[in-house]
C-alpha cells in the first residue's frame, strides 16, 4: 500500500513568458483518491499539471509536499513520490516495450548500481497490471494506440511513485480503449491506493471515475469537490459554455451530462 | 555475441592496419615487429612505425564515435555529428589561428585551443539551429552546420593561403591525417579521451530518459539542464582533442552510432561503449584503405571517411525528413 501524502498548492501563478496562465490556483490532492481536472480547451489545464509536477516554475506561491518545496527536494528523490505521465511523450525508433518500461526505473537507480531485482520486479509488476506482458519484446511501433498508452502508463507506475499524474491519458483512443485505460487506473488506486491526478477531456467519464474534480476556467479554479456535488448544469454552463442538462448515469449512478444544441431543446426542434 | 563480433573485427583491424600500407609486410613480420624487440629487419621496422599510427586511428575512432553518439542523444537528433554540425571545423580554425597568430606548434598547444573552438562552435550552431518556432529539427541543425563550417572554413583559408609556413605545417592536418601520430601525441590526447568517454557512459542512462522529451525526463528525475551541459562538455572534448591532433575528420561518429543503433536498438547504455568500438573500426579501416588506394603514397582518412560517410548522410536525412525533435 502507498502511503499519505499532502500535497498542496497555495496562490500559484504560472505560464509562459509572454502570458500568465494560471491564477492564483489553492488546492489540496486529495491523498489516494482519484481527481480530475477539467476545463474547456486551453483553460490551463495541462499547464497546471505541468506546474504541480514540476515541469514549470511558478511565478508565485508555493507547492508542497508533505510541507516541503518541491522545488527543494533533490529531484531523484521527488520522482521516487511523484511521477508523472505527460501528453505527447516521444517514442524513441525502435524501443521495445520492455526498454521503455525499464526506464521508469531511473529515480531508483544509482550512478554506480546498475539493474538490481527490485528493478526487474517493478518492471514485470507494472507490464502486469497494465496487461502487456506478452507484449515485453515488441517493437513500439507494431502496438495499437490503446497498447501503446498502456505501455506509457507501465512506464510511469515502474516508478513506483504514490502520486500520479497523467495528461489526457484517453485522447485519441477509441471509447472502448479510453474505458480499459480508465478502469486500469482505477484498479491502481483501488488496490495500491495511488493517489492519481489527471486532466480528462470527457465530462461524463470525469464524472464516473473521478472521486474528485477540480474545475478551471481561464487559469482559475472555479469549483472543486465531489462529482455530484459539483457537476450540475450551472458548471457545465460556466466552464464550457453550453447549455446542458444533467441526468443521472444509469449505470455508474454519476452525474451524467447531455448537451443541448440549437437543434435538439428537450425533444423539440429549433426553429 | 555483438561484442565478440567486435573485437574480433577490431584484431582484424589492428592487424591489417600493421600489415598493410604503400609497402606490404607479411604476419611473420608483424609479429617480428611486435614481439621480438631483437628482430631488425626492415619490414620488422616498418612494423614498429605503424604501431602508433594504429594505436591513435584507433583511440581517435572511439572518441568520435562516443562523440556523435552524445550529441544525438543531446540534441535528440539522429544526424548530429561532429562534422555535420561544424564542430570540427570550429576547431580547426582556432588551431589554425594559434599556427598563424601565436606560434604554436605542439600538441598539447592545440588540444586546448580545438577545444575552445569546438565548445564555441557548438554553442553557436545549436543557438542558430534553433532560432524559430519549431525549435532545433534535424534539418535546421544541418543547415546551420553546413553554413557555419562553410564560414569557418573560408576563413581558414583567408588565414592560411598568405602564410606559406602555416600551410606547410597545417597541410596535413587540414584533411584529417592519422598518419603523423607518435606516442607523445597519444599520450596527451588519452585523458581527454577517458574522461569524455567516462563522461559519456556515466550519463547514459539519464540520456535514455531525455530519448523520451523533456517533460518525460523530469518527470523521472533528471535535470535536463544540467545533463544536456554534462554530456555536450564530454562531446565537445572528446572530438575537440580528436580534431587537435588528427585534423577534422568527418562522418564517423554518424556512421559508428548508426551501425550500433541497426544492430542494437536505441539503449545508449550499449550504443555509447559499442559506438566507441565501431568508430574505432570504422576509421582504422578507413585509414588502411587510404593507404591501398593511394599507394604508393596514400589517401589521408578524412578524406575517406567523407566518401563512405557522404551518401550515408543523404540516404538517413531522406529517411528522417520530416522527424523533428
Ligand atoms: N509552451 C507554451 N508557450 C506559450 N504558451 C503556451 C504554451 N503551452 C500552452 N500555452 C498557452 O497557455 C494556455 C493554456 O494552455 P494549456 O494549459 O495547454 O490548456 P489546456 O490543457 O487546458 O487545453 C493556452 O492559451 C496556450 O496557448
Ligand atoms: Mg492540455
Known amino acids: 500500500m502507498t502511503q499519505t501524502h499532502i500535497f498542496q498548492a497555495e496562490e500559484i501563478v504560472a505560464g509562459y513568458d509572454n502570458k500568465m496562465v494560471i491564477q492564483e490556483v489553492s488546492l489540496v490532492i486529495p491523498s489516494n483518491k482519484i481527481s480530475v481536472i477539467i476545463g474547456a480547451n486551453a483553460c490551463g489545464k495541462s499547464t497546471l499539471l505541468k506546474t504541480l509536477s514540476r515541469l514549470t516554475k511558478p511565478v508565485s506561491g508555493n507547492i508542497t509536499l508533505d510541507g516541503k518545496l518541491i522545488s527543494k527536494i533533490p529531484s531523484k528523490q521527488l520522482a521516487r513520490v511523484v511521477g508523472l505521465l505527460p501528453q505527447s511523450p516521444i517514442v524513441p525508433e525502435g ?11 531511473f529515480p531508483h537507480q544509482s550512478l554506480l548500481s546498475g539493474w538490481t531485482k527490485k528493478d526487474y520486479e517493478a518492471v514485470a509488476e507494472a507490464m502486469r497490471i497494465m496487461n502487456i506482458t506478452e507484449l515485453a519484446n515488441h517493437n513500439i511501433d507494431e502496438l495499437s494506440g490503446g497498447q501503446r498508452q498502456r505501455v506509457w502508463i507501465a512506464m510511469a507506475l515502474a516508478q513506483q511513485t504514490d502520486i500520479l499524474f497523467l495528461d489526457e491519458p484517453t485522447t485519441f483512443l477509441d471509447i472502448t480503449y479510453q474505458v480499459e485505460i480508465l478502469d486500469l487506473l482505477t484498479d491502481l488506486n483501488r488496490k495500491h491506493g495511488t493517489t492519481i491526478v489527471m486532466v480528462l477531456h470527457d465530462i461524463n467519464l470525469s464524472a464516473r471515475y473521478a472521486d474528485y474534480i477540480f474545475a478551471l476556467r481561464q487559469g482559475k479554479l472555479i469549483v472543486e469537490g465531489e462529482p455530484l456535488k459539483v457537476i450540475t448544469s450551472t458548471l457545465v454552463k460556466d466552464i464550457f459554455g453550453l447549455d446542458c442538462m444533467v441526468i443521472k448515469d444509469p449505470v455508474s449512478g454519476s452525474p451524467f451530462a447531455i448537451p443541448k444544441g440549437r437543434y435538439h431543446v428537450n425533444n423539440e426542434k429549433a426553429p | 555475441m555483438v561484442l565478440v563480433i567486435c573485437f574480433v573485427l577490431l584484431g582484424l583491424c589492428m592487424l591489417t592496419s600493421l600489415a598493410f600500407g604503400s609497402r606490404m609486410v607479411g604476419l611473420h613480420d608483424v609479429i617480428d615487429g611486435l614481439f621480438h624487440p631483437a628482430a631488425d629487419s626492415y619490414e620488422a621496422n616498418v612494423v614498429r612505425k605503424r604501431i602508433s599510427r594504429t594505436v591513435f586511428s584507433l583511440l581517435c575512432g572511439a572518441a568520435l564515435g562516443v562523440s556523435g553518439a552524445l550529441m544525438q542523444a543531446v540534441t535528440r537528433n539522429p544526424i548530429a555529428d561532429p562534422s555535420i554540425l561544424g564542430v570540427n571545423t570550429g576547431a580547426s580554425l582556432f588551431v589554425v589561428c594559434g599556427i598563424a597568430f601565436l606560434n604554436i606548434s605542439t600538441a598539447n598547444q592545440y588540444i586546448w585551443l580545438a577545444l575552445a573552438g569546438a565548445a564555441i562552435t557548438a554553442l553557436f550552431v545549436f543557438g542558430i539551429g534553433s532560432l524559430g518556432r519549431s525549435g532545433a529539427t534535424p534539418i535546421k541543425l544541418v543547415l546551420a552546420g553546413a553554413a557555419t563550417s562553410a564560414a569557418l572554413s573560408s576563413l581558414v583559408m583567408a588565414i592560411m593561403i598568405p602564410r606559406s609556413y602555416v600551410m606547410d605545417q597545417f597541410r596535413f592536418w587540414q584533411v584529417g591525417s592519422v598518419g603523423s601520430a607518435n606516442w607523445d601525441n597519444i599520450s596527451t590526447f588519452t585523458p581527454f579521451l577517458l574522461i569524455g568517454i567516462l563522461v559519456a557512459i556515466f550519463s547514459a542512462p539519464a540520456l535514455n530518459a531525455l530519448a523520451l522529451g523533456d517533460d518525460v525526463a523530469t518527470g523521472l528525475g533528471v535535470r535536463t539542464g544540467t545533463l544536456r551541459l554534462i554530456a555536450a562538455l564530454g562531446a565537445v572534448l572528446l572530438c575537440g582533442s580528436a580534431t587537435a591532433l588528427a585534423g577534422p575528420i568527418g562522418f564517423v561518429g554518424l556512421l559508428s552510432t548508426h551501425v550500433m543503433r541497426l544492430i542494437l536498438g536505441p539503449d545508449l547504455r550499449f550504443v555509447i561503449p559499442m559506438s566507441a568500438l565501431s568508430g574505432a573500426i570504422i576509421l582504422t579501416v578507413s585509414d588502411v584503405l587510404g593507404r591501398l588506394i ?18 550515408i548522410l543523404i540516404l538517413l536525412t531522406m529517411k528522417l525528413k520530416v522527424r523533428s525533435l
Open chain 2, 294 to 311: 593511394g599507394s604508393p603514397g596514400e589517401l589521408e582518412v578524412g578524406v575517406v571517411t567523407a566518401f563512405i560517410g557522404a551518401p
Open chain 1, 95 to 105: 524501443i521495445s516495450v520492455a526498454d521503455l518500461v525499464g526506464r521508469g526505473r
